[in-house]
């Protein structure tokens, strides 16, 4: 079974940082195109970052000049570094692993932005 691991959440103040990682035993994992997702008490879960199997990257508006994504393929794991964040920002966090037909998801880690 694909096990898919979120770490690094947790509390921080607005304006802190957080760096998030997700490591995914995946046989070849520079095939996978890797995302996080986030999502809020009473909301969808929306994208946050992606990037492709090739090094393509997308943000979602909100984050972006904020967030970084990167993701190191021999040691299987990818990084959200997280900056200037904003109480908006709270949320589960989820790490996503897509390639052709397979997808798999983390169980996720929680960011709370908080005085």
């Not at 046989?27 to 492709?52: C, D, N, T």
């Not at 943000?59 to 794991?77: E, H, L, P, Q």
């Not at 904003?86 to 037909?101: F, G, L, R, S």
Request: hydrophobic residues 30%.
């Amino acid at each position: 079974q694909i096990q898919v691991v979120e770490s690094g959440g947790g509390l921080v103040q607005p304006g802190g940082s957080l760096t998030l990682s997700c490591t995914a035993e995946l046989r070849i994992f520079s095939l996978y195109h890797m995302g996080w997702y986030r999502q809020a008490p009473g909301k969808q879960r929306e994208l946050v970052a992606r990037i492709s199997s090739g090094g393509s990257i997308d943000y979602g508006a909100s984050v972006k000049g904020r967030f970084t994504v990167s993701r190191d393929n021999d040691k299987k794991v990818v990084y959200l570094q997280m900056n200037n964040l904003k109480p908006e920002d709270t949320a589960v966090y989820y790490c996503n692993a897509d390639y052709t037909w397979e997808h798999y998801w983390g169980q996720g880690t929680q960011v709370t932005v908080s005085s």
